[in-house]
């Protein structure tokens, strides 16, 4: 496990929704940009699911963005200049975003650790916890892991604690996210350890080894603005 301390390395997470489908275009033509922005060490794009999890259907009106940047100047600098900030404020009929400090990681994303230099800090002390969950699903597991989808969601929707979650996809099916909000780090355990069908889900994800590749990140959320489904979690 990589865990995160004084470093200047943070993270953002942007949900940008658009008023048409034709916002798909966009997943296409920022990855130029993005690949120029400084201080970028790593970005993906994700398309968003119409449910709090990973899950078969899709919002094509809903994009977002997870970042890894230098430090918070880059952030900066991004949102004052790049012409895909300049389009969010512009055209998103709603938008929201976070700055995270990574607190641990574990596993690797396209056979990477976004967050591989960093090094020890404390376990981020009380308050809210950002929770990224990825993974490279099997092929041969794709309908076993579909059909363990719908009780983990609905785990999720009446999970006390849990203050916003949306699941991801950066390929259809195979390639799926979920980033999640939380009120406290209790929350998270309780979700992960206490919720049976989560934990159902995880026994069989190890016994039957569904995914290639996985990824586990906690962070600290912080200067959160905008609004997410007509607020803001962390307001």
Do not use: N
């Not at 990477?112 to 981020?124: I, K, Q, S, V, Y």
């Not at 916890?129 to 009780?151: D, N, Q």
Request: glycine share 10%; charged share 25%.
């Amino acid at each position: 496990m990589t865990t995160a301390t004084s470093t200047s390395t943070i993270a953002s997470f942007h949900l940008v929704r658009y008023g048409g489908r034709g916002a798909m275009k966009h997943m296409a033509f920022d990855r130029p940009l993005l690949r120029r922005a400084g201080g970028l060490r790593f970005w993906k794009l994700l398309g968003t699911g119409s449910g709090r999890s990973m899950s078969l259907g899709a919002d094509l009106r809903r994009w977002a963005l997870f970042a890894v940047w230098r430090g918070e100047d880059d952030l900066e600098e991004f949102l004052r200049s790049s012409p895909i900030a300049d389009r969010w404020r512009a055209e998103a009929s709603e938008y929201w975003q976070t700055r995270l400090a990574p607190l641990a990681s574990r596993g690797a994303w396209a056979g990477r650790d976004p967050f591989g230099d960093l090094t020890a800090r404390d376990d981020g002390g009380p308050g809210p916890v950002a929770v990224l969950t990825r993974a490279s699903i099997r092929p041969g597991r794709l309908v076993a892991f579909y059909r363990s989808v719908p009780p983990v969601e609905e785990l999720l929707r009446r999970q006390d604690g849990c203050l916003a979650s949306v699941g991801m996809g950066e390929w259809p099916l195979a390639r799926q996210a979920t980033f999640s909000l939380w009120r406290d780090r209790r929350a998270v355990r309780a979700f992960a350890y206490q919720g049976q069908a989560h934990r159902q889900v995880i026994e069989r994800v190890r016994a039957h080894d569904w995914y290639a590749e996985e990824l586990f990140a906690r962070f600290v959320p912080y200067a959160g603005e905008g609004s997410w489904d007509g607020r803001d979690p962390l307001g």
